[in-house]
């Protein structure tokens, strides 16, 4: 399909073809592993072709179609290319490959991430390790800014399986680069549920004994141990940014709206709308 020249806004533009290129990356990703080392055909991608020249726009255009880029090779190759807009890139890619049995291994989708923290938490936080202190892990060597929310919804997802003693005395033995989402829910099993002591690391067991004493005088904080049901099914997608680096808000960057270019001009952009950006679940 060829695109036509300025008749448009970009956005309009590329919303309209943006379903399209989202189904070619669904049905590309169930072959991932046939198509990684498929030669890149070209150095610009055909459909943001009519804007090289305009780096905002072209870098919006490749974000916006980066679904339909076929493996993580054409992710290094492409994405960087956008410029501004190269966090976007990767991180829309990754979101519509982060369900389990999308052919793509987690520490391969950690390093198309790249030094991403919204697209690597949001990764993380979906496709969950069993074991929680694994868990632990790559929130603190991936996540950074979102390593509070992170590790609390690790624990958080512990505290549902409803450990035993011996789990308990594992998770306290371990230091915690977040100690007090650790203790509290250590605690919630020694004093709420009956199981376990608070006895590990020494400021972990510190923190676990003061939430200790605060569920015995108030027993009606202790945190339910049943998951809630959600009333529809999840989509990882429904995170992927709108707009700018951050899911909570930094560096909020509006999509660029261009007016036809007189000549072939490139015309300057005007002051678009920022989008509404997705808010993270907090923690109790």
Request: a neutral charge; proline letters at 10%; aromatic letters at 10%.
């Amino acid at each position: 399909m060829r695109t036509s020249r300025w008749t448009g806004s970009l956005l309009l533009y590329a919303t309209t073809f943006f379903a399209a290129s989202q189904t070619i990356a669904c049905q590309e990703s169930t072959t991932a592993s046939t198509k990684e080392d498929a030669p890149i055909i070209t150095d610009v991608y055909p459909p943001c072709k009519d804007y090289v020249g305009m780096p905002e726009a072209y870098g919006y255009c490749l974000y916006k179609f980066s679904g339909g880029f076929r493996s993580a090779q054409e992710i290094e190759h492409f994405c960087p290319q956008a410029g501004a807009w190269e966090m976007e890139c990767r991180h829309a890619w990754v979101s519509g490959r982060m369900q389990p049995d999308s052919g793509y291994k987690t520490e391969d989708l950690i390093k198309v991430c790249g030094e991403n923290p919204d697209c690597t938490f949001e990764l993380i936080d979906f496709r969950p390790e069993n074991d929680i202190l694994a868990q632990i892990d790559l929130c603190t060597n991936h996540v950074k800014k979102h390593i509070q929310d992170c590790v609390g919804h690790a624990m958080q997802r512990w505290w549902y399986t409803k450990p035993d003693a011996e789990e308990v005395a594992r998770v306290l033995k371990n230091s915690s680069p977040v100690p007090d989402r650790v203790a509290f829910y250590a605690a919630a099993s020694v004093q709420c549920s009956g199981i376990g002591t608070c006895e590990g690391d020494p400021y972990l067991v510190r923190i676990c004994k003061k939430n200790l004493r605060h569920f015995k005088k108030y027993p009606k904080t202790c945190p339910p141990q049943e998951e809630p049901k959600m009333e529809n099914q999840f989509s990882p997608t429904e995170l992927t940014p709108q707009a700018g680096h951050g899911a909570k808000g930094t560096n909020v960057r509006p999509p660029p709206k261009f007016d036809k270019p007189p000549q072939g001009i490139p015309p300057k952009p005007r002051q678009g709308h920022v989008a509404p950006q997705n808010k993270a679940q907090k923690n109790p």
